[in-house]
């Protein structure tokens, strides 16, 4: 029996959820063509019949019927409904970390439980949200409570099909990318939910991580002084997303590398929650507590 | 050569005459049934024997039970069963066991009946009468011989020291967080996953599987059945599954036929197309033997397990507020039926709750608005929950039921105080209203779900009698006829045989099942007990001791 003596470090899982056809294949197709996915890096997939391999990534020789081996040192397996078989198999092996492709109709924290499996341990829910079929399906009888679940559960959400729904918004402070984010898949392998890294603390720190902080807005703000004090934050933060209330009204926030835009709300639907969501890169050879948002002028203000 | 069968009654299920007192016989074949003055034209000219030894006796057709999975019955009933509900097995009764210190009595009965060092491994532990499990418990029992214990669920496991240094887990390994409780041996949810891939060397050694099948015969035999449905092949593995059967469900001492239904998904699973399946499936028509047969039926999946209340329900849902799960996206769902409507084949899908069932009637709605067919034998499997409105639906779609009525038994008292409600919990395989509509309805076990004792079904569905001794929505109890129809004539429509069995006719295939008692004209509660004498499979007698 294997036990894992091919490596004693605990590899760390991130999970790629989101319902059928949302995206999560066409994400991993192209992650797994980044330069920047270090060797070592396994990805689980359901099947590999929607997985779209450039054949000539694949290493001859490798197909074993579960593993497809890649000459940029990644692997592939599929799952075919059990995923203690697949840990167990990946334990025998020499990688560092793993990207699971949740079923279309999995709920993700359901999943993140069995990724607390002998030689493994969680790291972050990515969800993967469909611009151009989301409100719809958020609503559909059948699927509607499950779709809502899986955004509601990530810890990142990355929207897919941008371009065929330009002003799709998703009224929720779980920090968002999308494709047309630099930096997007540097983002996924680097996320790291808050309170998850002591877990694999053993394990090195693979590449830069991320993470994101949820300010919520409890009383309304003058726009020069969110203005000034977005202004001034430090430049690890990467991304800040939400709505404030002004004396002017319900603004929209949006900061994008070092291009600010703070502008009237448009829908006429107050947001559900008014607060700032600031995705930020955290050093990793420094503590991982000490975020950019600590010395923020507002985060006194916060309760 | 001819023999002419001679009975106290027997029970024809053919409409035109429901009643007779001999049946002749030639070969395999049904030549006659009726009364043995009418028969005489047949005998003249003709060697014949007459068969008296049912004379006694009540022939009805053979049982048939249209959906069981005898690839998870091998692998569990080497096990022993210590279980709160009564299971007949071929090898002994298995009395309730109801409390936590009758269970204990058990597992030390049966460790000290085991030869030394030999793994002790038992099913049907249930904490709401068998109390907390864990390793305190078990090593009470023995510390030295390794005692694992199954949930009745399947969904989890409890292992003693011993077990758990014989399938190498070491505890050092277990952090926790995980779905292991290592200081209590017990395993869920992908703990279980990660111990069964440890067990495996012993659950499916090929010479235990293959105990396991010859015991599932025997279970097969002692049940009355002469027909079933296996309707999920290759839910493990395809090819070694598919050997297995064959080697051990073929054969002149195998009393029943098989009809195998393929798992639909599993058939294209790595990277096939669903529409590639028919094709596929059709493929698998060559390896038809005389007992194992393949037809075109497919098995496709809708929502999750009964007992884990994972089926999707209609608002209002859960008391708790936790919702079911999907097996397959509704898309592709959608797109496998599609696959196999188009192709012309019957497609049975399990649906458990009422939104499953919601679901399945849209997509079937959909199938007959693209191409319209008539007798298609679209079959509802397990039909745990269902409102009113969709029992008209089911007929006018044209489609059938077949039903997990067992559910009712063993678990309608616990979902009504903590799963739905008693309403819902009340009308659980609403198959009273499903006769009553006129569409096809069979029962099942979908054993090791329920026992595989179709006279233990027949009593449920007519009486409703839950385990607590409650009657549960009373106007859906069967009839005995209607719940002898289920159970033969109308299982054999629902996995294609009805042209061959399910009801005694000059034609079809001589195969019975002999009582000691009237299942019509008995009372009902006493319709479990009733004693099986013996089946006749294809003519030739196997009696049961």
């Given at each position: 029996m294997s036990t894992g003596s091919a490596s004693s470090r605990i590899k760390p899982i991130t999970l790629i959820g989101g319902y059928l056809g949302a995206g999560k294949t066409t994400l991993i197709n192209r992650l797994l063509s980044q330069p920047e996915v270090p060797a070592g890096t396994a990805v689980l997939v359901n099947d590999f019949g929607d997985i779209n391999v450039d054949e000539s990534l694949i290493r001859s020789d490798s197909h074993n019927g579960t593993i497809i081996g890649l000459s940029n040192g990644c692997i592939c397996c599929s799952i075919s409904d059990d995923l203690s078989q697949a840990l167990d198999q990946l334990n025998t092996l020499p990688i560092a970390q793993v990207i699971l492709e949740t079923s279309g109709v999995a709920e993700p924290a359901r999943v993140w439980q069995h990724c607390h499996y002998p030689g493994f341990s969680p790291k972050a829910i990515v969800a993967v949200v469909d611009a151009a079929n989301y409100h719809q399906r958020s609503q559909d009888k059948y699927v509607g409570p499950l779709v809502k679940s899986q955004t509601a559960q990530a810890d990142l959400l990355?929207?897919?099909?941008?371009?065929?729904?330009?002003?799709?918004?998703?009224?929720?402070?779980?920090?968002?990318?999308?494709?047309?984010?630099?930096?997007?898949?540097?983002?996924?392998?680097?996320?790291?939910?808050?309170?998850?890294?002591?877990?694999?603390?053993?394990?090195?720190?693979?590449?830069?991580?991320?993470?994101?902080?949820?300010?919520?807005?409890?009383?309304?703000?003058?726009?020069?002084?969110?203005?000034?004090?977005?202004?001034?934050?430090?430049?690890?933060?990467?991304?800040?997303?939400?709505?404030?209330?002004?004396?002017?009204?319900?603004?929209?926030?949006?900061?994008?590398?070092?291009?600010?835009?703070?502008?009237?709300?448009?829908?006429?639907?107050?947001?559900?929650?008014?607060?700032?969501?600031?995705?930020?890169?955290?050093?990793?050879?420094?503590?991982?507590?000490?975020?950019?948002?600590?010395?923020?002028?507002?985060?006194?203000?916060?309760? | 050569m001819l023999t002419l069968f001679k009975a106290q009654s027997i029970i024809t299920m053919n409409p035109s005459m429901p009643r007779a007192s001999a049946v002749l016989v030639r070969d395999d074949m049904i030549l006659e049934v009726g009364e043995p003055e009418h028969m005489q034209p047949w005998l003249e000219d003709q060697e014949y024997t007459v068969d008296e030894q049912f004379a006694d006796k009540i022939i009805c057709p053979g049982f048939i039970d249209p959906h069981l999975h005898p690839s998870m019955a091998a692998v569990l009933l080497p096990m022993e069963f210590i279980t709160a509900m009564r299971w007949k097995l071929p090898w002994g009764d298995i009395e309730p066991v109801t409390t936590a210190e009758a269970f204990d009595d058990r597992m030390q009965a049966l460790n000290q009946a085991k030869a030394p060092g030999e793994p002790l491994f038992i099913w049907g532990y249930h904490q709401l009468w068998h109390g907390r499990m864990g390793k305190t418990r078990l090593h009470q029992v023995s510390e030295k011989r390794p005692i694992i214990v199954w949930h009745r669920s399947f969904h989890e496991l409890y292992m003693n020291d011993a077990a758990m240094s014989m399938a190498g887990i070491d505890p050092a390994q277990i952090r926790p967080g995980m779905q292991i409780d290592i200081e209590q041996g017990h395993f869920f949810e992908v703990g279980l996953g990660f111990a069964i891939n440890r067990l495996n060397p012993w659950i499916l050694a090929p010479e235990r599987y293959a105990t396991g099948l010859q015991r599932l015969k025997q279970?097969?035999?002692?049940?009355?059945?002469?027909?079933?449905?296996?309707?999920?092949?290759?839910?493990?593995?395809?090819?070694?599954?598919?050997?297995?059967?064959?080697?051990?469900?073929?054969?002149?001492?195998?009393?029943?036929?098989?009809?195998?239904?393929?798992?639909?998904?599993?058939?294209?699973?790595?990277g096939r197309k669903p529409e590639e399946g028919p094709a596929m499936a059709e493929a698998l028509l060559s390896h038809n033997s005389h007992r194992l047969s393949f037809a075109r039926h497919i098995k496709l999946f809708s929502d999750g397990a009964f007992f884990s209340q994972l089926a999707q329900m209609q608002e209002p849902g859960y008391i708790d507020g936790h919702h079911g799960e999907w097996l397959a996206a509704p898309e592709e769902l959608e797109r496998h039926i599609r696959a196999y409507w188009q192709a012309g084949y019957q497609i049975h899908v399990h649906v458990t709750g009422d939104l499953g069932l919601e679901l399945t009637l849209d997509i079937l709605q959909k199938m007959q608005d693209e191409k319209p067919r008539f007798n298609h034998g679209f079959t509802f499997e397990h039909f745990g929950f269902s409102t009113p409105e969709q029992i008209r639906r089911i007929k006018a779609l044209g489609a059938q039921v077949s039903a997990n009525v067992y559910y009712l038994h063993e678990l309608s008292d616990s979902y009504a105080k903590s799963g739905i409600g008693y309403e819902r919990a009340s009308q659980m395989a609403r198959i009273g209203s499903c006769f009553a509509a006129g569409i096809n309805t069979t029962i099942h076990s979908d054993f090791t779900m329920a026992p595989a004792e179709p006279l233990n079904s027949m009593w449920v569905a007519v009486t409703r009698q839950n385990h607590a001794g409650d009657v549960m929505g009373s106007t859906e109890r069967l009839t005995q006829q209607q719940a002898l129809e289920a159970i033969t004539i109308n299982a054999a429509h629902t996995i294609g045989l009805a042209d061959i069995t399910g009801s005694l006719r000059a034609g079809k295939r001589a195969d019975f099942t002999v009582l000691n008692q009237d299942p019509l004209t008995c009372d009902p509660s006493t319709l479990r007990d009733i004693e099986i004498a013996a089946t006749v499979f294809e003519g030739r007698v196997f009696p049961i001791e």
């Open positions: 990355v929207v897919s099909k941008i371009e065929l729904n330009s002003c799709f918004q998703l009224d929720s402070l779980t920090p968002q990318l999308t494709n047309r984010d630099t930096k997007l898949f540097e983002t996924i392998l680097g996320w790291q939910r808050n309170g998850a890294q002591g877990a694999y603390e053993s394990s090195a720190p693979l590449l830069p991580i991320f993470s994101a902080q949820t300010w919520y807005q409890d009383s309304p703000i003058s726009r020069d002084s969110i203005e000034a004090s977005l202004t001034a934050l430090d430049s690890s933060v990467q991304r800040i997303k939400g709505w404030i209330e002004t004396e002017a009204g319900v603004m929209q926030v949006d900061k994008v590398g070092s291009s600010l835009s703070i502008k009237p709300l448009k829908h006429h639907t107050k947001p559900r929650v008014l607060g700032l969501v600031f995705i930020f890169h955290v050093d990793p050879n420094t503590d991982s507590q000490n975020n950019p948002l600590t010395g923020w002028a507002l985060a006194k203000t916060a309760s | 279970v097969v035999h002692h049940g009355g059945h002469t027909s079933i449905g296996d309707l999920a092949t290759g839910l493990f593995n395809f090819d070694t599954e598919a050997q297995a059967l064959a080697e051990q469900l073929e054969g002149d001492d195998v009393p029943f036929r098989t009809r195998l239904v393929v798992h639909g998904t599993r058939l294209t699973q790595g």
